[in-house]
């Protein structure tokens, strides 16, 4: 377990259908971290950074495990519908939105139907876009392990990789298998992008910070200069020394990134 200096709660909203598993922790202006690709891993070093200046929600998507799936949520688009429910349902708007990997795809999809509902907008590592030089790294049919260590920039320095993924580990089946099977549900056919995500991303007029691992070897960082050009006005930060995962591997400096980022009015 992580050791957390804020406090959290542990939470099951009615949402569509389904019961939303979401930790709630911190003070101040909300924000909705989505997780990405790996699924939901409880409260993070990245999340506890966060929440000293905000009110975190870090909710498990629908499919992955803890949190059920309605019959009708099979898309990305259906995921981004979903959670804008949510807000809705709990008032939370304007909120800041934290997207991570396919939960930086959701976060984008969310932009482009409601922006009213977001006030700030950060895209890590996100999936969504097709690269035009480069190519997304195919996780389905690569071992997990494999893909896991891959992830990262240096796991053998990575205190987040030791603790969640260090131990005895399980190919198949367990807790995560579920997530796997959501993502391949979701992003397999087309591979990781939609084609209509970035002609749409040219309305989105939000405050928008698009963060990525300078040595990702999942989604290239040509995806994250192509975000950068479809939504007007964004910017794009690099981690150095960092992979696709920085909520892990760097999770001071990014939660560092998006709470000044977030703090601008």
């Not at 198949?172 to 209509?196: K, L, Q, V």
């Not at 192509?226 to 990014?254: D, K, N, S, V």
Request: proline letters at 8%; glycine letters at 10%.
């Amino acid at each position: 377990m992580t050791t957390s200096t804020v406090q959290f709660t542990e939470e099951r909203v009615k949402i569509a259908g389904t019961e939303l598993y979401v930790l709630k922790g911190g003070n101040g202006p909300p924000v909705l971290v989505l997780h990405g690709v790996e699924g939901f891993e409880g409260w993070l070093p990245f999340h506890d950074a966060l929440a000293e200046q905000a009110t975190v929600y870090a909710p498990a998507h629908p499919g992955y495990g803890q949190t059920p799936c309605p019959e009708w949520v099979e898309t990305i688009a259906h995921q981004a519908v979903f959670y804008h429910w949510f807000l809705q349902e709990q008032a939370l708007t304007p909120v800041n939105v934290v997207g991570i990997g396919i939960g930086g795809w959701i976060a984008a999809q969310m932009a482009v139907m409601c922006p009213q509902y977001i006030r700030h907008l950060v895209l890590v590592d996100a999936a969504g876009i097709r690269p035009q030089y480069t190519e997304v790294f195919d996780i389905f049919i690569t071992p997990w392990r494999q893909m896991i260590e891959r992830c990262f920039y240096d796991a053998t320095h990575s205190p987040e990789y030791q603790r969640l993924f260090g131990g005895e580990f399980q190919e198949f089946g367990g807790p995560r298998e579920a997530g796997r099977t959501m993502s391949i549900r979701m992003c397999f056919r087309p591979y990781m992008y939609d084609r209509s995500l970035p002609g749409m991303l040219e309305k989105v007029r939000l405050p928008t910070l698009i963060v990525w691992g300078a040595q990702d070897q999942i989604i290239p960082v040509e995806c994250g200069q192509l975000y950068q050009r479809a939504i007007p006005g964004a910017t794009l930060q690099l981690i150095e020394q960092c992979g696709h995962w920085p909520q892990f591997e760097r999770p001071q400096e990014l939660a560092r990134l998006v709470t000044e980022f977030n703090a601008r009015s």
